[in-house]
Protein backbone atom coordinates (compact mmCIF):
# COMPACT_ATOMS: atom_id res chain seq x y z
CA UNK A 1 0.00 0.00 0.00
CA UNK A 2 2.74 2.07 0.86
CA UNK A 3 4.60 1.66 -2.54
CA UNK A 4 1.08 2.52 -4.41
CA UNK A 5 0.72 5.51 -2.97
CA UNK A 6 4.62 6.41 -3.72
CA UNK A 7 4.57 5.34 -7.25
CA UNK A 8 0.81 7.78 -7.47
CA UNK A 9 2.46 10.77 -5.95
CA UNK A 10 5.72 10.56 -8.09
CA UNK A 11 3.65 10.25 -11.14
CA UNK A 12 1.69 13.37 -10.08
CA UNK A 13 4.48 15.26 -9.55
CA UNK A 14 6.11 14.27 -13.04
CA UNK A 15 3.51 15.83 -14.72
CA UNK A 16 4.20 19.47 -14.22
CA UNK A 17 8.15 18.83 -14.14
CA UNK A 18 7.67 17.64 -17.80
CA UNK A 19 5.94 20.84 -18.74
CA UNK A 20 8.27 23.16 -17.21
CA UNK A 21 11.63 21.34 -18.65
CA UNK A 22 9.59 21.81 -22.15
CA UNK A 23 9.26 25.46 -21.42
CA UNK A 24 12.59 25.89 -20.25
CA UNK A 25 14.23 24.39 -23.48
CA UNK A 26 11.70 25.89 -26.06
CA UNK A 27 13.12 29.02 -23.94
CA UNK A 28 16.32 28.41 -25.17
CA UNK A 29 15.83 27.51 -28.37
CA UNK A 30 13.63 30.87 -28.96
CA UNK A 31 16.72 33.14 -27.69
CA UNK A 32 19.91 31.61 -29.12
CA UNK A 33 19.00 29.10 -32.11
CA UNK A 34 17.39 30.50 -35.61
CA UNK A 35 14.13 29.47 -36.22
CA UNK A 36 14.37 28.05 -39.54
CA UNK A 37 16.79 25.62 -38.54
CA UNK A 38 14.94 22.60 -36.72
CA UNK A 39 15.85 22.23 -33.43
CA UNK A 40 14.47 18.32 -31.58
CA UNK A 41 14.63 18.48 -28.00
CA UNK A 42 14.80 14.37 -27.88
CA UNK A 43 17.92 12.78 -29.47
CA UNK A 44 15.20 10.01 -30.75
CA UNK A 45 13.04 12.82 -32.33
CA UNK A 46 16.27 13.08 -34.74
CA UNK A 47 15.43 11.66 -38.14
CA UNK A 48 18.00 8.46 -39.32
CA UNK A 49 17.76 10.01 -42.83
CA UNK A 50 19.38 13.33 -44.23
CA UNK A 51 16.93 15.28 -46.20
CA UNK A 52 17.33 14.20 -50.14
CA UNK A 53 17.80 18.36 -50.90
CA UNK A 54 19.48 18.80 -54.31
CA UNK A 55 20.62 15.51 -54.75
CA UNK A 56 19.05 14.34 -57.89
CA UNK A 57 19.07 17.60 -59.62
CA UNK A 58 22.72 17.68 -59.24
CA UNK A 59 23.13 14.30 -60.04
CA UNK A 60 20.75 14.78 -63.52
CA UNK A 61 23.03 17.68 -64.28
CA UNK A 62 26.53 15.86 -63.84
CA UNK A 63 25.15 13.00 -66.13
CA UNK A 64 24.19 15.76 -68.72
CA UNK A 65 27.41 17.22 -68.48
CA UNK A 66 29.39 13.81 -68.98
CA UNK A 67 26.92 12.81 -72.13
CA UNK A 68 28.25 16.24 -73.41
CA UNK A 69 31.75 15.57 -72.53
CA UNK A 70 31.87 12.70 -74.26
CA UNK A 71 29.83 13.61 -77.41
CA UNK A 72 32.03 16.46 -78.09
CA UNK A 73 35.45 13.73 -77.96
CA UNK A 74 33.69 11.98 -80.80
CA UNK A 75 35.39 13.23 -84.23
CA UNK A 76 33.19 11.34 -86.55
CA UNK A 77 30.12 13.39 -85.20
CA UNK A 78 31.54 16.54 -85.77
CA UNK A 79 30.31 18.12 -89.02
CA UNK A 80 32.10 19.96 -91.28
CA UNK A 81 29.54 22.02 -93.06
CA UNK A 82 27.04 23.88 -91.01
CA UNK A 83 22.73 23.69 -93.13
CA UNK A 84 22.17 26.41 -90.27
CA UNK A 85 24.61 29.25 -91.36
CA UNK A 86 24.96 27.50 -95.24
CA UNK A 87 28.59 27.80 -94.37
CA UNK A 88 32.40 25.18 -94.02
CA UNK A 89 33.39 24.89 -90.95
CA UNK A 90 36.23 25.40 -89.43
CA UNK A 91 38.69 22.35 -90.32
CA UNK A 92 41.28 21.10 -87.61
CA UNK A 93 44.63 22.62 -87.94
CA UNK A 94 47.92 21.34 -89.21
CA UNK A 95 50.76 21.36 -87.69
CA UNK A 96 54.21 23.42 -88.18
CA UNK A 97 56.56 24.72 -85.66
CA UNK A 98 55.93 28.38 -86.49
CA UNK A 99 52.52 27.64 -85.69
CA UNK A 100 53.36 26.46 -82.66
CA UNK A 101 55.64 28.90 -81.33
CA UNK A 102 53.42 31.56 -82.32
CA UNK A 103 50.38 30.28 -80.46
CA UNK A 104 48.18 29.90 -83.46
CA UNK A 105 47.85 26.57 -83.56
CA UNK A 106 46.50 25.63 -80.40
CA UNK A 107 44.14 28.57 -80.85
CA UNK A 108 42.89 27.25 -83.80
CA UNK A 109 42.31 23.99 -82.10
CA UNK A 110 40.08 26.04 -80.05
CA UNK A 111 37.97 27.17 -82.66
CA UNK A 112 37.93 23.88 -84.84
CA UNK A 113 36.70 22.43 -81.01
CA UNK A 114 34.07 24.97 -81.03
CA UNK A 115 33.12 25.45 -84.64
CA UNK A 116 32.64 21.64 -85.45
CA UNK A 117 30.64 20.55 -81.86
CA UNK A 118 28.58 17.48 -82.48
CA UNK A 119 25.15 18.31 -82.98
CA UNK A 120 26.23 21.69 -83.69
CA UNK A 121 22.88 22.73 -86.04
CA UNK A 122 20.28 21.35 -83.38
CA UNK A 123 21.31 23.35 -80.90
CA UNK A 124 21.13 26.43 -82.47
CA UNK A 125 17.66 25.59 -84.16
CA UNK A 126 16.81 24.84 -80.43
CA UNK A 127 18.38 28.61 -79.70
CA UNK A 128 16.48 30.18 -82.19
CA UNK A 129 13.27 28.64 -81.17
CA UNK A 130 13.38 29.21 -77.54
CA UNK A 131 13.78 32.97 -78.70
CA UNK A 132 11.09 33.37 -80.65
CA UNK A 133 9.39 32.81 -77.43
CA UNK A 134 10.55 36.20 -76.06
CA UNK A 135 7.26 37.04 -78.03
CA UNK A 136 6.20 39.31 -80.60
CA UNK A 137 6.01 43.11 -80.71
CA UNK A 138 5.26 45.75 -83.72
CA UNK A 139 9.20 46.38 -83.39
CA UNK A 140 11.36 44.30 -81.07
CA UNK A 141 15.15 43.94 -81.24
CA UNK A 142 17.11 41.19 -80.54
CA UNK A 143 20.54 41.98 -81.28
CA UNK A 144 22.56 44.69 -82.05
CA UNK A 145 21.43 47.30 -84.94
CA UNK A 146 24.53 49.66 -85.09
CA UNK A 147 23.10 53.54 -85.36
CA UNK A 148 24.68 54.86 -88.97
CA UNK A 149 26.55 58.08 -89.61
CA UNK A 150 25.41 60.63 -91.34
CA UNK A 151 25.95 60.80 -94.93
CA UNK A 152 27.26 63.92 -96.80
CA UNK A 153 26.05 65.51 -99.39
CA UNK A 154 28.37 66.22 -102.46
CA UNK A 155 27.66 68.14 -105.75
CA UNK A 156 27.14 66.15 -108.56
CA UNK A 157 30.23 65.69 -110.97
CA UNK A 158 30.37 68.58 -113.58
CA UNK A 159 31.71 66.25 -116.66
CA UNK A 160 30.24 62.94 -115.99
CA UNK A 161 31.34 60.60 -118.95
CA UNK A 162 29.50 60.05 -121.60
CA UNK A 163 28.06 56.10 -122.73
CA UNK A 164 29.09 55.07 -125.95
CA UNK A 165 26.22 53.88 -128.13
CA UNK A 166 23.79 53.63 -125.84
CA UNK A 167 20.60 51.13 -126.44
CA UNK A 168 17.23 52.43 -126.79
CA UNK A 169 15.73 52.10 -123.02
CA UNK A 170 12.16 53.44 -124.41
CA UNK A 171 11.18 49.97 -126.27
CA UNK A 172 9.10 47.28 -124.73
CA UNK A 173 10.24 45.66 -121.55
CA UNK A 174 9.21 41.81 -120.87
CA UNK A 175 8.22 41.15 -117.33
CA UNK A 176 8.67 38.15 -115.60
CA UNK A 177 7.83 35.08 -115.49
CA UNK A 178 6.97 35.82 -118.94
CA UNK A 179 5.11 32.93 -121.69
CA UNK A 180 8.66 34.03 -124.48
CA UNK A 181 10.85 32.38 -121.83
CA UNK A 182 12.51 29.15 -122.49
CA UNK A 183 11.81 27.43 -119.32
CA UNK A 184 13.75 24.08 -119.70
CA UNK A 185 16.01 21.75 -117.41
CA UNK A 186 20.69 22.38 -117.97
CA UNK A 187 21.55 21.49 -121.09
CA UNK A 188 24.81 19.81 -122.09
CA UNK A 189 27.36 22.06 -123.07
CA UNK A 190 29.43 21.75 -126.19
CA UNK A 191 32.50 20.92 -124.15
CA UNK A 192 32.68 17.37 -121.56
CA UNK A 193 32.00 18.91 -118.09
CA UNK A 194 34.90 17.96 -115.62
CA UNK A 195 33.15 17.69 -112.51
CA UNK A 196 35.73 17.21 -108.95
CA UNK A 197 34.46 14.05 -106.93
CA UNK A 198 33.89 15.73 -104.47
CA UNK A 199 30.31 18.11 -105.68
CA UNK A 200 27.18 17.10 -105.14
CA UNK A 201 25.75 14.81 -108.19
CA UNK A 202 22.01 16.87 -108.28
CA UNK A 203 24.71 19.27 -110.14
CA UNK A 204 25.07 17.01 -113.08
CA UNK A 205 23.59 18.22 -116.32
CA UNK A 206 19.57 17.19 -117.15
CA UNK A 207 17.62 15.66 -119.68
CA UNK A 208 16.15 18.69 -121.77
CA UNK A 209 12.25 18.90 -121.65
CA UNK A 210 10.11 20.33 -124.42
CA UNK A 211 10.22 24.29 -124.45
CA UNK A 212 6.47 25.72 -124.73
CA UNK A 213 5.71 27.94 -127.40
CA UNK A 214 6.36 31.42 -127.46
CA UNK A 215 3.26 34.36 -126.83
CA UNK A 216 2.96 37.73 -127.73
CA UNK A 217 3.37 39.89 -124.63
CA UNK A 218 2.12 44.10 -124.98
CA UNK A 219 4.56 46.43 -124.17
CA UNK A 220 4.03 47.83 -120.32
CA UNK A 221 4.80 51.57 -120.17
CA UNK A 222 7.69 52.55 -118.03
CA UNK A 223 7.63 54.50 -114.83
CA UNK A 224 9.15 58.03 -114.75
CA UNK A 225 11.77 58.67 -112.04
CA UNK A 226 9.51 61.48 -110.70
CA UNK A 227 6.48 58.83 -110.29
CA UNK A 228 9.05 56.54 -108.43
CA UNK A 229 8.05 55.67 -104.62
CA UNK A 230 8.70 52.81 -102.09
CA UNK A 231 5.55 50.73 -101.62
CA UNK A 232 2.66 51.43 -99.24
CA UNK A 233 2.93 49.11 -95.75
CA UNK A 234 -0.16 47.21 -95.70
CA UNK A 235 -1.95 47.51 -92.59
CA UNK A 236 -2.50 43.76 -91.75
CA UNK A 237 0.96 43.51 -91.82
CA UNK A 238 3.18 42.09 -89.34
CA UNK A 239 6.32 44.14 -88.81
CA UNK A 240 8.99 42.16 -86.73
CA UNK A 241 12.90 43.31 -86.19
CA UNK A 242 14.69 39.95 -85.56
CA UNK A 243 18.85 40.88 -84.53
CA UNK A 244 19.50 42.79 -87.72
CA UNK A 245 16.57 41.38 -89.76
CA UNK A 246 13.83 42.70 -90.51
CA UNK A 247 10.45 40.45 -91.12
CA UNK A 248 7.40 41.88 -92.59
CA UNK A 249 5.22 39.01 -93.05
CA UNK A 250 6.51 36.23 -95.34
CA UNK A 251 9.47 38.23 -96.24
CA UNK A 252 12.65 39.35 -94.25
CA UNK A 253 14.92 42.29 -95.06
CA UNK A 254 18.75 43.34 -94.10
CA UNK A 255 19.28 46.38 -91.93
CA UNK A 256 21.85 49.09 -93.70
CA UNK A 257 23.99 51.10 -90.98
CA UNK A 258 26.11 53.93 -93.45
CA UNK A 259 29.53 54.14 -92.40
CA UNK A 260 31.45 56.67 -93.02
CA UNK A 261 34.79 55.50 -93.09
CA UNK A 262 34.75 52.26 -94.63
CA UNK A 263 32.36 54.09 -97.45
CA UNK A 264 35.60 56.65 -97.93
CA UNK A 265 37.81 53.48 -98.15
CA UNK A 266 35.86 51.29 -100.89
CA UNK A 267 35.89 54.41 -102.93
CA UNK A 268 39.79 55.21 -102.55
CA UNK A 269 39.94 51.61 -103.43
CA UNK A 270 38.18 52.06 -106.50
CA UNK A 271 39.79 55.57 -107.96
CA UNK A 272 43.71 54.30 -107.11
CA UNK A 273 42.08 51.15 -109.14
CA UNK A 274 41.23 53.24 -112.16
CA UNK A 275 44.06 55.46 -112.04
CA UNK A 276 47.21 52.41 -112.47
CA UNK A 277 44.34 50.55 -114.88
CA UNK A 278 44.00 54.24 -116.81
CA UNK A 279 45.83 53.10 -120.66
CA UNK A 280 44.85 49.59 -119.73
CA UNK A 281 40.99 48.85 -119.08
CA UNK A 282 38.00 51.40 -118.11
CA UNK A 283 36.86 51.30 -114.69
CA UNK A 284 33.14 50.81 -113.98
CA UNK A 285 31.68 50.62 -110.47
CA UNK A 286 28.09 48.84 -109.77
CA UNK A 287 26.66 49.34 -106.20
CA UNK A 288 23.73 47.70 -105.27
CA UNK A 289 20.86 48.27 -102.88
CA UNK A 290 19.81 45.13 -101.05
CA UNK A 291 16.07 44.36 -100.05
CA UNK A 292 15.45 46.58 -97.56
CA UNK A 293 16.26 50.09 -99.54
CA UNK A 294 13.66 48.91 -102.59
CA UNK A 295 11.02 47.03 -101.34
CA UNK A 296 10.64 48.18 -97.41
CA UNK A 297 7.89 50.94 -97.04
CA UNK A 298 9.26 54.44 -96.26
CA UNK A 299 7.13 54.48 -93.01
CA UNK A 300 9.13 51.18 -91.69
CA UNK A 301 12.45 52.66 -92.66
CA UNK A 302 12.10 55.92 -90.51
CA UNK A 303 10.82 53.63 -87.39
CA UNK A 304 13.75 51.53 -88.18
CA UNK A 305 17.27 52.08 -87.48
CA UNK A 306 18.63 52.06 -91.14
CA UNK A 307 20.39 54.25 -93.09
CA UNK A 308 19.09 55.60 -96.58
CA UNK A 309 20.32 53.53 -99.18
CA UNK A 310 19.91 55.59 -102.43
CA UNK A 311 21.90 58.92 -100.65
CA UNK A 312 24.44 56.30 -99.15
CA UNK A 313 25.37 55.20 -102.90
CA UNK A 314 24.83 58.71 -104.30
CA UNK A 315 27.83 59.89 -101.76
CA UNK A 316 30.23 57.16 -102.67
CA UNK A 317 29.55 57.92 -106.58
CA UNK A 318 29.98 61.42 -106.35
CA UNK A 319 33.29 60.46 -104.51
CA UNK A 320 34.67 58.63 -107.56
CA UNK A 321 36.99 60.10 -110.10
CA UNK A 322 36.42 61.03 -113.35
CA UNK A 323 38.57 57.81 -114.52
CA UNK A 324 35.56 55.53 -113.33
CA UNK A 325 32.39 55.02 -114.57
CA UNK A 326 29.60 54.71 -112.31
CA UNK A 327 26.41 52.25 -113.36
CA UNK A 328 23.63 54.10 -111.16
CA UNK A 329 21.03 50.76 -110.89
CA UNK A 330 18.66 51.86 -107.90
CA UNK A 331 16.06 53.95 -109.40
CA UNK A 332 16.18 51.13 -112.52
CA UNK A 333 15.41 48.43 -109.61
CA UNK A 334 13.19 50.29 -107.67
CA UNK A 335 11.08 51.15 -111.07
CA UNK A 336 10.62 47.70 -112.32
CA UNK A 337 9.89 46.53 -108.14
CA UNK A 338 7.13 48.95 -108.80
CA UNK A 339 5.58 47.17 -111.71
CA UNK A 340 5.56 43.89 -109.68
CA UNK A 341 8.83 41.78 -111.04
CA UNK A 342 10.58 39.25 -108.90
CA UNK A 343 13.94 41.72 -107.60
CA UNK A 344 14.80 40.28 -104.68
CA UNK A 345 14.61 36.99 -102.53
CA UNK A 346 12.10 36.73 -99.64
CA UNK A 347 14.20 34.52 -97.49
CA UNK A 348 17.54 35.21 -98.66
CA UNK A 349 19.84 38.24 -98.91
CA UNK A 350 20.68 38.25 -102.49
CA UNK A 351 18.94 39.66 -105.13
CA UNK A 352 17.45 37.35 -107.86
CA UNK A 353 19.19 36.86 -111.56
CA UNK A 354 15.94 38.91 -112.78
CA UNK A 355 16.95 41.57 -110.68
CA UNK A 356 20.77 41.36 -112.21
CA UNK A 357 19.24 41.42 -115.34
CA UNK A 358 18.07 44.60 -114.76
CA UNK A 359 21.53 45.92 -113.39
CA UNK A 360 23.16 44.21 -116.44
CA UNK A 361 21.07 45.93 -118.87
CA UNK A 362 21.85 49.58 -116.80
CA UNK A 363 25.67 48.14 -117.24
CA UNK A 364 25.51 47.50 -120.98
CA UNK A 365 24.34 51.17 -121.53
CA UNK A 366 27.17 52.22 -119.58
CA UNK A 367 29.65 50.12 -121.68
CA UNK A 368 28.55 50.58 -124.60
CA UNK A 369 26.63 47.58 -126.31
CA UNK A 370 23.43 46.31 -126.66
CA UNK A 371 22.26 44.07 -124.04
CA UNK A 372 21.13 40.26 -125.06
CA UNK A 373 17.32 39.84 -124.78
CA UNK A 374 16.12 37.82 -121.53
CA UNK A 375 14.05 35.99 -123.63
CA UNK A 376 17.09 34.45 -125.78
CA UNK A 377 18.40 32.94 -122.54
CA UNK A 378 17.56 28.99 -121.26
CA UNK A 379 15.68 29.83 -118.18
CA UNK A 380 16.06 27.24 -115.46
CA UNK A 381 13.50 27.41 -112.04
CA UNK A 382 14.41 25.94 -108.97
CA UNK A 383 11.63 25.54 -106.28
CA UNK A 384 11.84 25.34 -102.49
CA UNK A 385 14.91 27.73 -101.54
CA UNK A 386 14.87 29.00 -97.68
CA UNK A 387 17.73 31.07 -97.51
CA UNK A 388 20.10 33.16 -95.28
CA UNK A 389 17.12 35.18 -93.70
CA UNK A 390 15.31 31.77 -92.89
CA UNK A 391 18.26 30.45 -91.19
CA UNK A 392 18.69 33.68 -89.21
CA UNK A 393 15.37 34.05 -88.15
CA UNK A 394 13.47 30.37 -88.13
CA UNK A 395 10.44 32.10 -89.45
CA UNK A 396 7.74 29.83 -89.41
CA UNK A 397 6.19 32.65 -92.10
CA UNK A 398 9.71 32.37 -94.60
CA UNK A 399 9.36 28.86 -94.37
CA UNK A 400 5.79 28.53 -95.03
CA UNK A 401 6.40 30.23 -98.35
CA UNK A 402 10.13 29.26 -99.89
CA UNK A 403 11.86 31.25 -102.63
CA UNK A 404 11.81 29.94 -106.13
CA UNK A 405 15.40 30.81 -107.84
CA UNK A 406 15.33 31.31 -111.75
CA UNK A 407 18.40 31.10 -113.39
CA UNK A 408 19.17 32.39 -116.73
CA UNK A 409 21.61 30.25 -118.91
CA UNK A 410 23.50 31.83 -122.21
CA UNK A 411 22.58 29.86 -125.08
CA UNK A 412 26.24 29.62 -126.60
CA UNK A 413 28.03 28.22 -123.56
CA UNK A 414 27.59 27.01 -120.23
CA UNK A 415 31.33 25.54 -119.16
CA UNK A 416 33.06 27.80 -116.94
CA UNK A 417 36.76 27.07 -115.91
CA UNK A 418 37.45 27.46 -111.84
CA UNK A 419 39.99 27.65 -109.42
CA UNK A 420 38.88 26.59 -106.37
CA UNK A 421 40.40 27.75 -102.76
CA UNK A 422 42.77 24.58 -102.58
CA UNK A 423 43.97 25.59 -106.04
CA UNK A 424 42.22 23.34 -107.65
CA UNK A 425 41.23 23.44 -111.29
CA UNK A 426 38.48 21.85 -112.89
CA UNK A 427 35.85 22.20 -115.83
CA UNK A 428 32.21 22.90 -114.21
CA UNK A 429 28.44 24.01 -115.37
CA UNK A 430 27.91 27.90 -115.38
CA UNK A 431 24.39 27.05 -114.57
CA UNK A 432 25.02 23.90 -112.20
CA UNK A 433 21.24 21.50 -111.87
CA UNK A 434 20.77 22.18 -107.92
CA UNK A 435 17.20 20.42 -108.28
CA UNK A 436 18.10 18.15 -105.49
CA UNK A 437 20.46 20.11 -103.25
CA UNK A 438 18.53 20.93 -100.39
CA UNK A 439 17.02 24.07 -99.40
CA UNK A 440 19.34 26.62 -98.39
CA UNK A 441 21.55 25.62 -100.84
CA UNK A 442 20.12 26.62 -104.33
CA UNK A 443 21.71 29.83 -104.89
CA UNK A 444 24.51 27.56 -105.79
CA UNK A 445 23.41 26.94 -108.93
CA UNK A 446 25.32 30.27 -110.37
CA UNK A 447 28.79 30.00 -111.57
CA UNK A 448 29.70 27.06 -109.21
CA UNK A 449 29.54 29.48 -106.32
CA UNK A 450 32.39 31.70 -104.53
CA UNK A 451 35.36 30.30 -105.98
CA UNK A 452 38.24 32.71 -105.93
CA UNK A 453 38.93 33.06 -110.00
CA UNK A 454 37.04 31.40 -112.50
CA UNK A 455 36.60 32.42 -116.55
CA UNK A 456 34.12 31.48 -119.25
CA UNK A 457 35.17 31.53 -123.19
CA UNK A 458 32.32 32.34 -125.74
CA UNK A 459 33.09 30.07 -128.48
CA UNK A 460 31.21 32.17 -130.87
CA UNK A 461 32.78 35.15 -130.32
CA UNK A 462 36.87 35.63 -131.22
CA UNK A 463 37.26 39.35 -131.02
CA UNK A 464 39.54 39.12 -127.67
CA UNK A 465 37.19 40.92 -125.92
CA UNK A 466 37.63 40.45 -122.05
CA UNK A 467 35.99 41.42 -118.66
CA UNK A 468 36.78 41.25 -115.55
CA UNK A 469 34.00 41.29 -113.00
CA UNK A 470 35.11 41.93 -109.52
CA UNK A 471 32.70 40.76 -107.02
CA UNK A 472 31.20 39.08 -103.96
CA UNK A 473 28.52 36.78 -103.48
CA UNK A 474 25.68 38.96 -105.58
CA UNK A 475 28.22 38.84 -108.62
CA UNK A 476 27.27 35.11 -109.01
CA UNK A 477 24.01 35.41 -110.19
CA UNK A 478 24.73 38.77 -112.58
CA UNK A 479 28.07 36.81 -114.48
CA UNK A 480 26.55 34.76 -116.96
CA UNK A 481 24.96 37.67 -118.53
CA UNK A 482 28.43 39.00 -119.64
CA UNK A 483 28.98 35.90 -121.90
CA UNK A 484 27.16 37.27 -124.36
CA UNK A 485 29.15 40.45 -124.91
CA UNK A 486 32.63 39.30 -124.49
CA UNK A 487 34.91 36.46 -125.57
CA UNK A 488 36.58 36.24 -121.84
CA UNK A 489 34.61 36.67 -118.93
CA UNK A 490 37.06 35.81 -116.21
CA UNK A 491 35.31 36.49 -112.62
CA UNK A 492 37.32 36.93 -109.66
CA UNK A 493 36.15 37.06 -105.68
CA UNK A 494 38.73 39.78 -104.25
CA UNK A 495 37.95 38.19 -100.96
CA UNK A 496 39.79 34.62 -101.67
CA UNK A 497 41.56 35.68 -104.61
CA UNK A 498 45.03 35.91 -102.71
CA UNK A 499 45.02 31.80 -101.54
CA UNK A 500 45.42 31.04 -105.76
CA UNK A 501 47.10 34.53 -107.15
CA UNK A 502 50.11 36.58 -106.26
CA UNK A 503 49.22 39.25 -108.80
CA UNK A 504 47.29 42.23 -107.88
CA UNK A 505 44.38 43.96 -109.99
CA UNK A 506 46.85 45.82 -112.42
CA UNK A 507 49.14 42.59 -113.20
CA UNK A 508 46.37 40.75 -113.90
CA UNK A 509 44.78 42.94 -116.35
CA UNK A 510 47.86 43.45 -118.83
CA UNK A 511 48.45 39.17 -118.30
CA UNK A 512 45.04 38.89 -119.76
CA UNK A 513 44.55 41.79 -121.93
CA UNK A 514 41.09 43.17 -119.81
CA UNK A 515 39.44 45.65 -122.09
CA UNK A 516 36.38 46.28 -119.03
CA UNK A 517 36.97 45.96 -115.25
CA UNK A 518 33.31 45.84 -113.49
CA UNK A 519 33.43 46.04 -109.29
CA UNK A 520 30.18 45.11 -108.44
CA UNK A 521 28.97 44.71 -104.78
CA UNK A 522 25.96 45.49 -103.00
CA UNK A 523 25.67 48.73 -100.65
CA UNK A 524 26.43 46.10 -97.75
CA UNK A 525 30.12 45.77 -98.35
CA UNK A 526 30.76 49.22 -98.32
CA UNK A 527 30.61 48.97 -94.70
CA UNK A 528 32.58 46.51 -93.67
CA UNK A 529 36.03 47.62 -93.52
CA UNK A 530 37.07 44.07 -93.16
CA UNK A 531 35.95 42.97 -96.91
CA UNK A 532 37.24 46.63 -98.26
CA UNK A 533 40.69 45.47 -96.79
CA UNK A 534 40.68 42.38 -98.84
CA UNK A 535 39.63 44.19 -102.29
CA UNK A 536 42.31 47.12 -101.18
CA UNK A 537 45.00 44.64 -101.29
CA UNK A 538 43.77 42.93 -104.28
CA UNK A 539 44.06 46.47 -105.50
CA UNK A 540 47.28 47.63 -104.35
Request: charged share 20%.
Amino acid sequence: MANSERKQQTGTMSGPKRVLRRLQLKSYVFFHKSRKTPYFLYDNHIPDDEPRGDTPRAVVFLAALAIMTVLAFLIPLRPSYSEHELRELAEFPSFSPQALMDGSYFSDISTWFADTFPLRDGFLALQNRVELLYGIQDQTITGSVTQGDEIPTLPEREDPPEPAEPFDQDGPWVPFPFPGAHTQSLMVTEEPVYLPPEMDPALLPAAEPETPAEEEQAPVEEIPDEELHLPELDETAVVEQLSAVLTIDNSAYEYYNFVLSAADSYTSAINRAAEQLEGISQVYNLITPNSMGICVPEEVQERANTSDQKAAIDYMYASLSDKVVSVPVYNTLLRHSMEGEYLFFRTDHHWTALGAYRAYEEFAQAAGFTPTPLEEYICHEYTGFLGSFYNSTKSEALKATPDTVYAFESPDTNTIHITNETNDDWKYVVIGNVTNSSSGNKYGTFIGGDNPFSYVKNPTLEDGSAVMLIKESYGNCFAPFLIENYEYVYIVDYRYISKVDSRNLKEMCQDLNIDDVLFLNTISTTRSQGLIDRLVNFVD
